[in-house]
């Protein structure tokens, strides 16, 4: 594996599944009493946050911390980034202060990938803009394998906002890497220019799909938000219409297979792309995700900065 995680499709299949296999031993220090690892002392870690978060990057601040590398949090509200300093300057800065990883976050694409070519340090994509955030795809496909087991030839479904969705195309590129199938489903409007060539069948009819009538039965589906912040207006008609024709309400719920995962990344729009029923109901592993997405990072950390060829970490707890 190579010292940074950009996209989704930096990852073969064998470095996916043993970045998956190492999250399995982080996921299970979550139930002990003492959580934290020696694994990266005397490592820095800084989250780099140029965009509103809130699970990503407590998730990997909590990561950081467990492996006991020492994490720093710098977000552009608060910081020189107010004052009008580049993307290079503030990267350049950060990083001279001696930092083994940086993670970033930011609202244009490409941005963490321009950042690579400033620093020497490992660079993880936290989210840029529309285009990836790589390790959602992992946390996803970590979940839903304790869920469904082995992904190759399993039906995935994606739904919703996919024009705006960096969540999407990471997990296309990862769930085609781990040999599943995926049918993207959004109103003509929110499908990616250029679909056509990503590695995934589309559909415009939700009801059609969660049937089983488009792509086969259905193993999984993931529900996205809907992002207003990045729309400029003219998406689809009124959210109740989209609620209707998309979202995952109770009528709908009942066309999916009962014993098939619900996902989502969140934040939620409740009552627009997923009903409180759909959100909270027993087959929904949203709070799973958030979950396993602290034992993804803490092995996304271990491997960048311990390099992926090494052996399993050692997971003796420190003293407390
Ligand atoms: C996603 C993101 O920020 O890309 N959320 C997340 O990281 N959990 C999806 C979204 O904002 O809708």
């Known amino acids: 594996m190579s ?33 934290k690892l020696p694994t990266l002392r005397g490592r820095t870690v800084v989250n780099l946050f140029f965009e509103d978060s809130t699970r990503t990057r407590s998730s990997f601040e909590i990561a950081g911390k467990w492996l006991s590398a020492d994490v720093i949090n710098i977000s552009a509200k608060g910081s020189s980034v107010s004052k009008g300093e580049s993307l290079r300057d503030t990267a350049l800065t950060v990083a001279a202060m001696g930092v083994d990883a940086l993670v970033v976050r930011h609202a244009t694409s490409g941005a963490v990938q321009r950042i690579t070519e ?34 190759a030839g399993r039906h995935v479904v994606i739904v919703g906002d996919l024009t705006h969705s960096r969540v999407a195309r990471s997990n296309v590129l990862l769930l085609h890497t781990l040999g599943a199938d995926v049918t993207l489903v959004a109103p003509p409007t929110l499908m990616p220019a250029g679909v ?119 997971l003796e707890e420190v003293s407390p």
């Not at 803009?129 to 082995?150: C, K, M, N, V």
């Open 196 to 314: 056509a060539s990503w590695n995934c069948a589309t559909s415009w009819d939700l009801d059609a799909t969660l049937s089983g009538e488009v792509n086969g039965v259905v193993d999984a589906v993931m529900m996205l938000r809907v992002q207003r912040e990045r729309m400029s207006g003219g998406y689809f008609p009124t959210e109740r219409e989209y609620a209707i024709s998309y979202g995952l309400n109770p009528r709908r719920l009942k066309l999916l297979p009962k014993d098939a995962p619900i996902l989502h990344p969140g934040p939620m729009n409740r009552g627009l792309e997923i009903s409180s029923a759909a959100a909270d109901g027993d087959r929904s592993i949203v709070l799973d995700q958030v979950k396993s997405g602290v034992a993804v990072r803490m092995s996304v950390l271990y491997h960048l900065l311990a390099g992926v060829d090494q052996p399993a970490p050692v």
């Open 3 to 35: 010292r940074n995680l950009l996209s989704a499709a930096d990852l073969s299949a064998p470095e996916a599944q043993i970045i998956l296999d190492s999250a399995e031993q982080m996921y299970a220090i979550q139930s002990r009493q003492v959580k």
């Open 118 to 151: 400033w620093v020497d340090c490992s660079v993880v994509n936290a989210g840029d803009g529309t285009h990836e955030h790589p390790t959602q795809a992992l946390l996803d496909a970590f979940s839903l394998r304790r869920r469904i087991g082995d992904l």
